[in-house]
């Protein structure tokens, strides 16, 4: 099991970037694929990107693409998110969340995934 928690949320202005974190517990997060979703208010969680188990493979949204990075550091169990040129639209509940595996798949639904983050709020004002 697997315990996440989400931190690097805040209020920014439109074209500006923030950097989330993801730390998990545990010993075994090398063997977790990882992504990060949001949620906007009224809307379904929406997937952002996914890494797998060792940073070798990546997939982002399209509506996040070239603007995002996910990146992970196994030896600090923890999972990023480099969000630049920001919109509004962009504003939402960030979550990460853990899918138990070591192969090379990515996941990017909502249901493929164990465990989850209590989620950090990301502000982009106009």
């Known amino acids: 099991q697997v315990q996440l928690v989400e931190s690097g949320g805040g209020l920014v202005q439109a074209g500006g970037s923030l950097r989330l974190s993801c730390a998990a517990s545990?010993?075994?997060?090398?063997?977790?694929?990882m992504g990060w979703f949001r949620q906007a208010p009224g809307k379904e969680r929406d997937f952002v990107a996914a890494?797998?188990?060792?940073?070798?493979?990546?997939y982002y949204a399209d509506s996040v693409k070239g603007r995002v990075t996910i990146s992970r550091d196994n030896t600090k169990n923890t999972v990023y998110l480099q969000m630049n040129s920001l919109k509004p639209e962009d504003t939402a509940v960030y979550y990460c969340?853990?899918?138990?595996?070591?192969?090379?798949?990515?996941?990017?639904?909502?249901?493929?995934?164990?465990?989850w983050g209590q989620g950090t709020q990301v502000t982009v004002s106009s």
């Open positions: 890494i797998n188990w060792s940073g070798s493979n990546t």
């Open positions: 969340a853990a899918h138990r595996t070591t192969g090379w798949a990515l996941y990017s639904r909502v249901d493929e995934y164990d465990y």
């Open positions: 545990g010993r075994t997060f090398s063997s977790y694929a």
